[in-house]
């Protein structure tokens, strides 16, 4: 290292250095306030005017951190990437206060005491360390690991201008309230430390250098479902296709899959959110393709100009690792775990590269559980093949499951209504003493290999410890277990030198132990995502098992039913197994509290209406606005569908919780007829919609005017020939490809339909050819973009919806 400095005194002037010699800095500070926002701001405004890229995270921890501060940073504009740690939701004390600074000759990061704020940087008794040393050295590259997981991470969310509103008002109220002491901020621990092993001569590096298998199978070849697969995106290339989605259960072999499929691509990227996933993949390929030039580029590896690049998401998405490739470096990118996908940080690689073609994979794309990912991939997916056929196929083992009564209250576990904390959970599980029925159901039930998931790391570790005790042989892993003690513990699973590991979280994605024959679920089932990979972790294939036993503890806690969904099982048939949709040799068994409580919780469930106005709310504090029909459907937590169902259209969904401006709802109210009549009238054929918006492309102040089939063939034509799968919705003896037949194929349908059947809504006079969409309303400028816009929002919803139905795009 070329300097290690103790600062006491007057933080600015190193933050001004800093900042001022910096291309890219990472500010994460459990506190700001306005005073020291003041002091750096004039920095700051710099920095974002030489390109500099600039990300800031800070907490709700106690509402200490000032809106007015938040808002300063949020407008200086889009060289700034504000998230917000939501400590008061989940429960966990937000304390960090690390400054992190690189270009491209060295970096420079300071840990320590001091918030962001006046007397934090300038006057006050503050204790930091200040590292500085070439760009790519191992603190460096840890605390960027480090703040772009937690960055990224489930409990943060944006800062736009709809979640800082929010957040003010709830500074408000809290700064109201006589209850709030300061000197509660000094009641927790720090909370962001980094893991010094000098072993390794400095921080402990979380992963194992890459070592590839010599030993390469070069008669490796796709098995039936690859083989099935292949042929399907074969063919949706053909059909001219950009971008595919193919779903495949756990265990079947996606890594492999994308693999021989990249054979007719020259330059490969592949992308994923955990170093073991790119590991793993890397040796996949490499076993296939070893003649190929491949590398890792994540916090560790710096890898690019290669024929294969596995990239780590976090790393790539950094504006400054983005910006070194061209556009149109990769031919081919593959997004594995595509579920995530929808996050910022997919989005922006995502956005960025042309590819030949985009690859999602995944495994659970189901909507129940968050974004719907299909829009990514242009609503096309390739092929898919669930969990329930894949046992079917014996591709992957049945399974056993027993439905065990968990008598733990969650109704009096503190929680966001997403979420349990975490260390509420676990005292009261520790007061509940589940524990003994937990060990009396293993006993009972186990076979020879089990993971155990937890809630927490206490949990894990608290069960590792009770079953130590009662003469088991067990351990227990988390996030934080060196890779070391992991490998450790997976080979002493394999060779039943140990009976169970309790984990958290660790074994969802990339990690296998096919020889797995029991699972042990004691967390409450807050994801169905989460629950479908922890449960292939199971089904594996091995010589060493004909099935796979699942102990699930199901109590009160929130969506306890959507893992039940999963098996086809209702309120009108729990405890019918004869009328449950599984396998062959698949059987569940629940106990009878089980049964009681799920038709219990049924009963007093949420209304729909309610949880798509919660799905509305989350995805607007996400975009910050409004969000637009189509994006409700695409990437809402409930179907969107259920709006036309409960209120007729999106815009009644928006009037009824007061979503609208006030000259928006009065110029709704008169023309509601008209808009529940583009929703609601039928589609047996794409065209009544696609017609809609050939006129609207006119432009906004042409399109309510009369118009003629001719004029609108010309836009009609180009919405089939512009995506290959729209032509699947063509007449055979329709030519679309001629403008005048398109134009007589207008006149009888879809005008003379949609006005037929409009009750004077829409006129169109055949004999003339005159066509008016708006014949009963008076137009003024600012309810035509009103208007213009709502039939965009209802049209395009409508389009995707109805192609994603039919043909499965």
């Avoid at 989605?245 to 054979?263: I, P, Q």
């Amino acid at each position: 290292m070329k300097e290690i400095k103790v600062i006491t005194s007057d933080l600015y002037d190193n933050l001004k250095n800093y900042i001022e010699k910096s291309d890219q800095m990472f500010l994460l500070v459990s506190f700001i306030m306005n005073s020291g926002v003041e002091k750096i701001l004039p920095l700051l405004k710099n920095a974002v005017e030489r390109g500099v890229d600039i990300k800031i995270l800070t907490g709700d921890y106690l509402y200490v951190t000032e809106p007015i501060a938040i808002k300063k940073l949020y407008n200086l504009g889009e060289g700034v990437e504000m998230r917000l740690f939501q400590s008061q939701s989940n429960g966990r004390s937000f304390h960090p206060k690390v400054y992190a600074f690189e270009n491209e000759a060295e970096s420079s990061v300071v840990i320590g005491s001091s918030n962001l704020s006046a007397s934090g940087i300038t006057s006050g008794i503050e204790w930091n360390i200040a590292i500085e040393d070439e760009a790519e050295n191992n603190v460096y590259i840890e605390v960027i690991n480090e703040f772009m997981n937690l960055f990224y991470s489930e409990f943060t969310i944006p800062i736009n201008s709809l979640s800082l509103n929010e957040y003010k008002l709830k500074y408000d109220d809290h700064k109201n309230d006589d209850s709030f002491r300061v000197d509660d901020i000094f009641k927790e621990s720090e909370s962001f430390l980094l893991r010094i092993d000098e072993s390794n001569g400095g921080v402990e590096k979380k992963f194992e250098d890459k070592e590839f298998d010599k030993k390469l199978n070069q008669n490796i070849k796709p098995h039936a479902i690859q083989e099935e697969a292949l042929f399907e995106l074969k063919k949706t290339i053909e059909e001219g296709y950009e971008a595919a989605l193919v779903v495949m259960a756990t265990g079947l072999g996606k890594t492999y899959l994308s693999a021989f499929f990249s054979n007719q691509f020259k330059k490969i990227l592949f992308i994923a959110h955990r170093r073991e996933i790119l590991s793993q993949a890397q040796k996949t390929y490499f076993s296939i393709f070893p003649n190929k030039s491949n590398g890792i580029l994540d916090g560790y590896d710096k890898n690019s100009d290669v024929d294969i690049l596995f990239a780590s998401v976090q790393t790539l998405s950094l504006k400054k690792n983005l910006l070194k490739f061209d556009q149109k470096n990769f031919d081919l990118i593959i997004v594995d775990e595509f579920h995530h996908a929808a996050a910022n940080s997919y989005q922006k690689i995502i956005d960025y590269f042309e590819p030949q073609f985009l690859m999602g994979l995944t495994a659970t794309p189901d909507r129940m559980d968050g974004k719907d990912i299909y829009g990514l991939c242009d609503g096309n997916l390739a092929y898919q093949i669930d969990l329930f056929e894949a046992i079917n196929r014996n591709f992957l083992v049945p399974f056993e499951y027993f439905g065990v009564y968990d008598n733990l209250d969650y109704s009096k576990i503190k929680s966001n209504l997403k979420r349990y904390n975490k260390d509420d959970l676990f005292l009261k599980f520790k007061e509940n003493g589940n524990a003994d029925k937990i060990l009396e159901k293993w006993v009972l039930y186990k076979k020879t290999r089990t993971i155990g998931f937890c809630s927490s790391v206490k949990q894990a570790d608290f069960m590792n410890d009770y079953f130590s005790e009662k003469g088991f042989k067990s351990m227990s892993l988390t996030g934080g277990s060196s890779r070391e003690i992991r490998r450790t513990a997976i080979e002493k699973l394999k060779n039943l030198e140990i009976e169970i590991i309790f984990t958290v979280d660790l074994f969802n994605e990339g990690v296998d132990i096919p020889a797995v024959d029991t699972l042990l679920f004691i967390r409450p089932t807050e994801s169905l995502t989460v629950f479908i990979q922890q449960l292939g972790r199971g089904l594996r294939l091995s010589e060493e098992k004909d099935f796979c036993r699942i102990i699930d503890f199901a109590g009160n806690y929130f969506n306890v039913d959507i893992k039940f969904k999963l098996f086809g099982i209702n309120e009108g048939n729990i405890g019918n197994d004869k009328k449950y949709t599984l396998p062959e040799k698949c059987r569940i068994e629940f106990d009878m509290d089980v049964i009681n409580l799920y038709k219990e919780l049924m009963r007093v469930k949420k209304p729909r209406k309610l949880l798509i106005f919660e799905a509305y709310k989350e995805l607007k504090l996400e975009l910050g606005r409004r969000p637009t029909y189509l994006e409700m459907s695409l990437l809402g937590k409930e179907d969107a569908r259920i709006i036309k169902q409960e209120w007729k259209s999106y815009l009644g969904f928006l009037l009824y919780y007061n979503e609208l401006s006030s000259d928006e709802e009065s110029f709704f109210i008169e023309n509601k007829d008209f808009i529940e009549l583009i929703e609601k009238t039928t589609m047996t054929k794409s065209y009544k919609m696609v017609l809609i918006q050939s006129i609207l492309l006119m432009g906004s102040e042409r399109w309510f005017k009369p118009t003629s089939s001719y004029e609108c063939a010309r836009n009609f034509q180009n919405f089939y020939l512009s995506k290959p799968y729209r032509n699947k919705d063509v007449p055979a003896n329709l030519n679309i490809k001629n403008e005048k037949s398109v134009a007589k194929r207008i006149k009888e349908m879809p005008m003379d339909k949609i006005s037929g059947s409009s009750k004077g809504l829409i006129q169109y006079d055949k004999i003339n050819d005159i066509f008016i969409l708006l014949p009963k309303v008076k137009i003024r400028s600012k309810e035509s973009d009103f208007l213009y816009d709502w039939l965009w929002e209802i049209t395009d919803y409508r389009v995707h919806l109805y192609f994603e139905r039919k043909y499965g795009h």
